[in-house]
Nanobody, 115 residues
Framework: VLVVESGGGLVQPGGSLRLSCAVS????????MSWYRQAPGNGREYVAS????????NYADSVKGRFTISRDDANNTVSLQMNDLKPEDTARYYC?????????WGQGTQVTVSS
């Protein structure tokens, strides 16, 4: 099983980034895909999730209206478009795949929002 995040980096406040998560080794279309983040000294925080069939994505209140999660079942990828980034969005972002019996995590990608 592989879960690999990419797309992180340094961006100025108000800027945008697009994170991607590529997976292999399990039936991607059967898994709820989510993004979490963890800032230094904090616990892991839920950001967004998208169920199977891309129906009804959910978002944390802190990112609602700024972030958009999407999935591509044909290519086994999930993305997180992040707009209007704020310094408080600075964290390591993790991709999670949640199935009926198993959960998989990637190693994360760092997002730093700073001027």
């Amino acid at each position: 099983v592989l879960v690999v995040e990419s797309g992180g980096g340094l961006v100025q406040p108000g800027g945008s980034l697009r994170l991607s998560c590529a997976v292999s080794g399990f039936t991607f279309s059967s898994y709820v895909m989510s993004w979490y983040r963890q800032a230094p000294g904090n616990g892991r925080e839920y950001v967004a999730s998208i169920p199977t069939s891309s129906s009804n994505p959910n978002y944390a209140d802190s990112v609602k209206g700024r972030f958009t999660i999407s999935r591509d079942d044909a290519n086994n990828t999930v993305s997180l478009q992040m707009n209007d980034l704020k310094p408080e969005d600075t964290a390591r972002y993790y991709c999670n795949a949640q199935g009926s019996w198993r959960s998989y995590w990637g190693q994360g990608t760092q997002v730093t929002v700073s001027s």
